[in-house]
C-alpha cells in the first residue's frame, strides 16, 4: 500500500484545489533520472543529476575503476528513485504550496476517492467548489457478489 501526500496550491482556498504525490519509489526517476527531474521542474536536481553522470563517465574512461563507478551510478539512480518524490514534495512547499494530508491507498485513483470524498462537504459547507488539479478518475468497485453466487466482499 502506498502512501499519497495531498498539496494544495498557495492561492488556493482549503480543499478547493489538491494535488496528490506518490510518496514511494518511481521506477521512472530510477531508470531516467535527468528526464523524470526536468518534467517535474526540479531543475536544480536534474542539473546536478547530470553533471555526476558526466563525472562517473569521465571516471569510467579515465581511470580502471568501472566496477567503482557503475556502483556509484547504480546508486545515484536508486537514490533518485526512493527520494524523488521527496524532492518534489520539498520543492512545491518551497514554492508556497500546502500539505494537507497522507492518504494511504492501493493506487492513486482510491487516493483521489478518498480525499476529495472528505473534501467535499467541508468545500460545500464554506461555498467552494471542489476542483481538483488532475481529473478524478473514476472509482472501481471491488467486492460484492461473484455471478450472484457468492456475498464476498474480499475481506478474511
Not at 523524470?36 to 555526476?52: D, E, K, Q, S
Not at 459547507?125 to 488539479?133: D, F, I, L, M
Amino acid at each position: 500500500m502506498a502512501s499519497y501526500i495531498v498539496l494544495s496550491p498557495p492561492d488556493a482556498e482549503a480543499g478547493a484545489e489538491a494535488l496528490l504525490v506518490r510518496d514511494g519509489f518511481s521506477w521512472l526517476a530510477f531508470i531516467v533520472p535527468v528526464i523524470w527531474f526536468a518534467w517535474h521542474r526540479l531543475w536544480i536536481w536534474a542539473a546536478a543529476y547530470l553533471v555526476a553522470g558526466l563525472g562517473v563517465a569521465v571516471a569510467i574512461e579515465r581511470t580502471d575503476w568501472d566496477g567503482t563507478a557503475i556502483f556509484m551510478a547504480f546508486l545515484a539512480a536508486l537514490w533518485a528513485g526512493l527520494e524523488g518524490g521527496g524532492q518534489r514534495v520539498a520543492a512545491l512547499v518551497g514554492e508556497g504550496w500546502t500539505v494537507r494530508d497522507v492518504i494511504a491507498a492501493s493506487d492513486r485513483d482510491m487516493a483521489e476517492a478518498f480525499h476529495f470524498r472528505t473534501v467535499e462537504p467541508e468545500a460545500r459547507k464554506a461555498g467552494n467548489p471542489v476542483r481538483p488539479v488532475l481529473p478524478v478518475a473514476s472509482v472501481r468497485r471491488t467486492g460484492g457478489p461473484a455471478l450472484g453466487l457468492l456475498d464476498y466482499d474480499g475481506e478474511a
